[in-house]
């Protein structure tokens, strides 16, 4: 086999490159002395090079690995030495994975110690937040699938049988749950804080990568009031006036407040978020949704809506600041699959065929076992909504294009579940847990797996089929 390149792309700022080979260094081959040898560190065309050998002894086989720190991480593995007729293509595979999950971990590191200034052009100045118990509940519930209002709403059923006759309460519950669905799209745009439109279609992120210490004093100094002000005052310097909010105008700001930041800590980046969802809206043939932006770190994107053309995508600032524009793109391209399959009126649908079953024809099952009726019921409507997800996946590798940017952006999103699940002595917990979407591994691999241009002739009845196969591959069937 022949050596193989490739890149790592990183938010980064030029001040962190150096640091993340340290960290590779210190915290990934260090602690792995059987596994990785013959490390150095050198400079190379003015850049820091990571320098190392990985290797099996079991298996017999060794290949060279060099990380140059730009921005994105240039990355070259040259095989050494390999036993005969032995494919190393999956060792190298894993490698290039182990890689990649390190350096997360490294820029997620970063991340807790970055100061995030957002503005969308016309917008109210807000300040950037960190996950919340109240937008994660919400990105649950009313995005992309609807099943959480299961959950949500059963509570207020036992209430509503309480108050009516069982006829009675299957109906109004029924028809409560509907008018969510119907109205999804205008609570989830009640939870956003920003709107999208062609007028103001930008989205322009400030990032002051600071040490750490640096960072504990900011927060100790300035309150959410004062960086109000220092965002106001950013955007009336540059945005007001037709101009851009750079790096060097921000710190003019911070200089006023007596607070410095290094040059080689900032990034700026401005993202044409509607254009973005424009294209993947027309890769689909749908009517352009409502755009949303909740101004928050927590990198996701949501679809809800009960028709497509009645659709709403919500976005993250963390999405926006973690993604390149074409894994963005490939995201949303997700999102409009469960617009375009009217994935949320399907999904209840099916929650509301079992809650009449539940009270017709499965009633004795329930009277016997009220708890383990209510656990079976709800993992098979989870595992079902499996099912959905995965079509989601297909249809962005079918109408976006890039399957395996797609599988990129799920690796930087979710490479934390990525690395428990690959570390699993079992995966079957992540197959059977209380989620609508399938493991990541699974659905990394598949994307990865993908010819292109994928053509399949029905997508729900091919991703059903591969959850299924997935699932039985787990337990060893």
Same mark, same amino acid.
């Given at each position: 086999?022949?050596?193989?390149?490739? &890149?790592?792309?990183?938010?980064?700022?030029?001040?962190?490159?150096?640091?993340?080979?340290?960290?590779?260094?210190?915290?990934?081959?260090?602690?792995?002395?059987?596994? %990785?040898?013959?490390?150095?560190?050198?400079?190379?065309?003015?850049?820091?090079?990571?320098?190392?050998?990985?290797?099996?002894?079991?298996?017999?086989?060794?290949?060279?690995?060099? &990380?140059?720190?730009?921005? @994105?991480?240039?990355?070259?593995?040259?095989?050494?030495?390999?036993?005969?007729?032995?494919?190393?293509?999956?060792?190298?595979?894993?490698?290039?994975?182990?890689?990649?999950? *390190?350096?997360?971990?490294?820029?997620?590191? &970063?991340?807790?110690?970055?100061? +995030?200034? *957002?503005?969308?052009? $016309?917008?109210?100045?807000?300040?950037?937040?960190?996950?919340?118990?109240?937008?994660?509940?919400?990105?649950?519930?009313?995005?992309?699938?609807?099943?959480?209002?299961?959950?949500?709403?059963?509570?207020?059923?036992?209430?509503?049988?309480?108050?009516?006759?069982?006829?009675?309460?299957?109906?109004? #519950?029924?028809?409560?749950?509907?008018?969510?669905?119907?109205?999804?799209?205008? #609570?989830?745009?009640?939870?956003?804080?920003? /709107?999208?439109?062609?007028?103001?279609?930008?989205?322009?992120? =400030?990032?002051?990568?600071?040490?750490?210490?640096?960072?504990?004093?900011?927060?100790?100094?300035?309150?959410?009031?004062?960086?109000?002000?220092?965002?106001?005052?950013?955007?009336?310097?540059?945005?007001?006036?037709?101009?851009? @909010?750079?790096?060097?105008?921000?710190?003019?700001?911070?200089?006023?407040?007596?607070?410095?930041?290094?040059?080689?800590?900032?990034?700026?980046?401005?993202?044409?978020? +509607?254009?973005?969802?424009?294209?993947?809206?027309?890769? %689909?043939?749908?009517?352009?949704?409502?755009?949303?932006?909740?101004?928050?770190?927590?990198?996701?994107?949501?679809?809800? $809506?009960?028709?497509?053309?009645?659709?709403?995508? =919500?976005?993250?600032?963390?999405?926006?600041?973690?993604?390149?524009?074409?894994?963005?793109?490939?995201?949303?391209?997700?999102?409009?699959?469960?617009?375009?399959?009217?994935?949320?009126?399907?999904? %209840?649908?099916? #929650?509301?065929?079992? !809650?009449?079953?539940?009270?017709?024809? =499965?009633?004795?099952?329930?009277? /016997?076992?009220?708890?383990?009726?209510?656990?079976?019921?709800?993992?098979?409507?989870? %595992?079902?909504?499996?099912? !959905?997800?995965?079509?989601?996946?297909?249809?962005?590798?079918?109408?976006?294009?890039?399957?395996?940017?797609?599988?990129?952006?799920?690796?930087?999103?979710?490479?934390?579940?990525?690395?428990?699940?690959? #570390?699993? @002595?079992?995966?079957?917990?992540?197959?059977?847990?209380?989620?609508?979407?399938?493991?990541?591994?699974?659905?990394?691999?598949?994307?990865?797996?993908?010819?292109?241009?994928?053509?399949?002739?029905?997508?729900?009845?091919?991703?059903?089929?591969?959850?299924?196969?997935?699932?039985?591959?787990?337990?060893?069937?």
């Amino acid at each position: 086999m022949l050596e193989k390149n490739f &890149i790592i792309d990183t938010e980064l700022s030029s001040g962190h490159l150096e640091e993340a080979l340290d960290f590779l260094r210190d915290f990934y081959l260090l602690p792995q002395p059987d596994s %990785f040898k013959n490390i150095s560190r050198t400079i190379m065309d003015g850049a820091g090079v990571l320098s190392y050998t990985a290797t099996n002894n079991q298996e017999g086989w060794e290949v060279r690995i060099e &990380i140059q720190a730009e921005n @994105p991480f240039l990355v070259k593995i040259i095989p050494l030495t390999t036993p005969p007729d032995f494919d190393i293509s999956p060792q190298i595979d894993l490698l290039e994975e182990e890689l990649f999950i *390190a350096i997360q971990a490294f820029e997620d590191a &970063i991340r807790q110690a970055t100061l +995030y200034f *957002a503005w969308v052009e $016309g917008e109210e100045i807000l300040p950037e937040a960190p996950p919340t118990r109240r937008k994660k509940v919400s990105f649950r519930i009313f995005g992309s699938n609807m099943i959480m209002i299961y959950l949500l709403f059963f509570g207020i059923n036992i209430i509503i049988f309480i108050l009516l006759e069982l006829v009675l309460a299957i109906m109004a #519950i029924l028809l409560f749950q509907l008018v969510i669905v119907l109205f999804s799209d205008r #609570i989830l745009l009640r939870t956003s804080d920003w /709107i999208i439109t062609p007028e103001n279609p930008r989205v322009h992120i =400030l990032e002051y990568q600071l040490p750490l210490e640096e960072f504990q004093k900011f927060q100790e100094k300035f309150d959410k009031d004062i960086i109000i002000k220092m965002k106001d005052e950013i955007y009336q310097k540059s945005l007001a006036l037709g101009l851009e @909010p750079t790096c060097e105008l921000g710190e003019d700001v911070f200089r006023e407040y007596g607070f410095h930041c290094q040059s080689d800590l900032k990034v700026s980046r401005v993202i044409d978020v +509607y254009s973005i969802v424009k294209e993947a809206a027309s890769k %689909f043939n749908i009517i352009m949704p409502k755009v949303a932006l909740s101004n928050t770190m927590i990198p996701n994107a949501a679809a809800t $809506g009960p028709s497509p053309n009645r659709g709403l995508v =919500l976005i993250t600032t963390g999405l926006l600041v973690q993604l390149e524009e074409d894994e963005i793109l490939s995201v949303l391209g997700h999102e409009m699959g469960h617009l375009s399959g009217r994935d949320p009126i399907i999904l %209840f649908s099916i #929650i509301s065929a079992e !809650f009449i079953l539940r009270f017709t024809i =499965l009633f004795p099952l329930v009277v /016997i076992s009220p708890l383990v009726y209510l656990i079976v019921a709800l993992g098979f409507i989870f %595992f079902v909504a499996k099912f !959905f997800e995965t079509r989601a996946d297909l249809l962005s590798a079918m109408k976006i294009g890039h399957p395996q940017v797609l599988a990129s952006a799920l690796r930087k999103i979710g490479y934390q579940r990525l690395h428990a699940e690959r #570390i699993s @002595p079992t995966r079957l917990p992540s197959w059977i847990n209380f989620d609508p979407h399938p493991p990541i591994y699974f659905r990394i691999d598949r994307l990865e797996g993908m010819k292109t241009p994928v053509k399949v002739k029905n997508p729900l009845l091919k991703s059903a089929k591969d959850v299924v196969d997935g699932f039985k591959r787990t337990l060893g069937l």
